[in-house]
């Protein structure tokens, strides 16, 4: 792999925002929140909107976009406090990876008192988000964090890291639901399970990347598990992905005009298994972020359904 220039991240898109705008000071803090890929807040993000949308189907009220707002302000400050705690805790070992090893903190860029100093300020901003909703909502929200904590350790004893990247993950489908109903139910359960088999899919995918480096310093995931077969295994999770998220729609009696827009989520997740090329990490980094367009198709499809 080509080095980066100096300061910037390897897996990052060069000229991306953070790159060409941001100050000079601002830069290594912003790319260790990975402000400069969007992808991993924007997956953070789409349970809290699929489950807004499927209250607001079962509730009967109108979707609410305020709290829209709230969850993506939330999935950005989160999302930045979870990756600098994962680069505090894995930077001996991103300091072996070569996509890695250019983050700020194996890089030398940030200290490990700055880096948790600013995964502080972070945490606070999400906190100051959470309080707007209802006593319920703060109480899951909260609960989240015990996820976000254990995580990062997965990697090391376990070949199933992404199972518990999906358990915190996909922790939205849980809370919006709860914003809008002021307490859990079966859909979002059940959109919650969807959401975490989405979550081992597309990281399966995303750790094809590494899969040569994870072999040689022991780190674990689920593309070293599934080696040779991991489209079946991406297959096989996605499909129970798309079943669960039927199953959870099914619950709260949408129109027909959800049932229709569903098939362009289920269509992206077919075309990923369809394509995926094992050996190929350009692609698979295309088919991992091409999973935001999914989440758009699915909170349109339900958001629609509850305007028509």
Known sequence: MQEPKSGTVADAVRGNWVDRFAPDAAKPYLRMSRLDRPIGYQLL??????????????????????????????????????????????????????RTRSRPIPSGQVSIKQATVWMVAQALAGLSVLVQFNTTTILFGIASLALVAIYPFMKRITFWPQLFLGLAFSWGALVGWTAIAGAIAWPAIVMYLGCIAWTIGYDTIYALQDIEDDVLIGVKSTARLAGEHVRAFVATFYAAAAILWAVSAWLVAPGLPFWVLFLVPLGLLAWQVATLERFNSAKCLMHFKSNHWLGVALTAALVVDGLV
């Open 45 to 98: 993000f789409w349970p809290c909107a699929f489950s807004l949308g499927l209250a607001s189907i079962a509730t009967d009220t109108p979707f609410n976009w305020y709290y829209l707002v709230l969850f993506f302000i939330g999935a950005i400050a989160m999302r930045g406090a979870g990756c600098t705690f994962n680069d505090i805790v894995d930077r001996d070992i991103d300091d072996k990876v070569a």
